[in-house]
C-alpha cells in the first residue's frame, strides 16, 4: 500500500494553486495580465528560462512588460499561482535566444531539473508539458482546421464550426519496473545512455491491456524475464514530453535473460554490492527508477543506499585530494 504521507517523486507534490476554476474566467484573466503583475514561465525550442546558471539552477520569470516587446507569442497559458504570484507559460520563437543573458539561460529541463528547487521544477516541467502539447496540436486530428485556445491554454478547440472538437492535454500513462528475485535485481542499458549507465525496465501501456499486463509484457519483451508478482510503489509526472510513470517491484519467476527486442542494449542481474559497490551508474537520483531501486535495496540491506553512496563518494574526493 502506497501512504500519501510518504514524500512525493520529483515534479509531483509541487506546492502551487492551479486555479483551475479560473481558466473559463476571460475578464479575470485579461485583467491579471493587463495589471503588469503577472509572471511569466518561458519555453523557447524546447527548453526552459533558468536563472544562476549550471551551477545553481534556478526558476527565471518574466515580467509581462519584458515578453510583451519580443515577437510571435501565442496566447498565455494559466499554470496557477505560484509563491504569491500569478504564473503563465508563454512559448517563444526565434533562431535566437530572445531573453536578455541577464534575465537567465535556456536549458533543457531533464539536465537541469534534478539540481534545482522542486516545486520550481515542478512548475517548469507543468509549463513544458503543456507548451509541447499545445505545438504539437496546432490542427485537429479530425478534420484538419486549425486549433484555437481557449480556457487559459488547456483546451484546444477546432476552428471548425462543422467539427468543433475540443482537444485535451495529452497524457501518457507508461510502467517503469524494477524486477528482482530477492537477492538481485534485473536492470538494462540504453545505447544512446551514459557509459555504465543501467536503469530499470519502462514503456508505454498499450490499448486492451491492464497496467500489471504491460509490466508483464514490457520485462518480458526486453529481457525475457517472466514475472509472477507485481507490487505497486509509486507514480511520477515526467515532462518528457508528458509521461505519467507507474512504478512497480515485480518478483521474477524465471531468471534466465533473453532480449527479445533491439530496445535495450544489454540487461543484466546485480546484487546490493555491485550496486552500492559502484559496478555500475545508477539513474539520476531525481527518477522514480532510481527511487525503486533504493527500495528494494533498503528492504534488505543493514544501512540505506543513499547513506551507503554518500559516504563512498566522500571517501573517494578525499583520497583524490
Not at 533558468?50 to 501565442?74: H, N
Not at 490542427?139 to 483546451?155: F, L, M, P
Request: charged content about 20%; glycine content about 8%.
Amino acid at each position: 500500500m502506497t501512504s500519501l504521507r510518504q514524500p512525493p517523486n520529483f515534479y509531483a507534490g509541487n506546492n502551487f494553486n492551479r486555479l483551475a476554476e479560473r481558466r473559463r474566467d476571460d475578464q479575470w484573466l485579461a485583467t491579471v495580465l493587463d495589471s503588469g503583475e503577472a509572471c511569466l514561465v518561458p519555453l523557447w525550442q524546447g527548453r526552459n528560462l533558468i536563472a544562476g546558471g549550471l551551477a545553481a539552477p534556478a526558476l527565471a520569470l518574466l515580467d509581462t512588460q519584458t515578453v510583451a516587446s519580443i515577437d510571435s507569442i501565442r496566447e498565455p497559458v494559466l499554470l496557477g499561482e505560484f509563491r504569491g504570484k500569478f504564473c503563465f507559460a508563454v512559448e517563444l520563437h526565434g533562431d535566437t535566444a530572445p531573453v536578455s543573458p541577464e534575465l537567465g539561460e535556456f536549458h533543457d529541463l531533464r539536465t537541469v531539473g534534478g539540481q534545482m528547487n522542486r516545486d520550481e521544477a515542478g512548475l517548469l516541467g507543468y509549463a513544458r508539458a503543456l507548451l509541447v502539447w499545445r505545438g504539437r496540436h496546432r490542427y485537429c486530428g479530425s478534420c484538419g482546421a486549425a486549433t484555437v485556445s481557449i480556457n487559459a491554454g488547456h483546451t484546444l478547440k477546432c476552428s471548425n464550426a462543422a467539427c468543433g472538437i475540443s482537444h485535451f492535454p495529452r497524457l501518457d500513462p507508461a510502467i517503469i519496473v524494477l524486477v528482482t528475485d530477492g537477492e538481485r535485481v534485473l536492470l538494462g542499458r540504453q545505447a544512446q545512455w551514459p557509459a555504465r549507465r543501467y536503469s530499470t525496465i519502462a514503456g508505454y501501456i498499450e490499448w486492451a491491456e491492464s497496467v500489471e499486463e504491460a509490466v508483464a509484457r514490457e520485462v518480458h519483451e526486453e529481457a525475457g524475464v517472466m514475472i509472477d508478482e507485481v507490487e505497486y510503489h509509486s507514480s511520477q509526472p515526467w515532462p518528457f514530453p508528458s509521461s505519467l510513470m507507474l512504478g512497480f517491484i515485480a518478483h521474477a519467476a524465471t531468471t534466465s535473460i533473453s532480449r527479445l527486442d533491439d530496445e535495450l542494449e544489454d540487461a543484466r542481474w546485480f546484487s546490493r554490492d555491485e550496486i552500492v559497490g559502484g559496478a555500475i551508474m545508477l539513474p539520476q537520483s531525481q527518477a522514480l527508477s532510481y527511487r525503486l531501486i533504493e527500495t528494494w535495496y533498503d528492504r534488505g540491506a543493514t544501512r540505506p543506499l543513499r547513506v551507503e553512496l554518500s559516504e563512498r563518494q566522500a571517501a573517494s574526493m578525499k583520497a583524490d585530494g
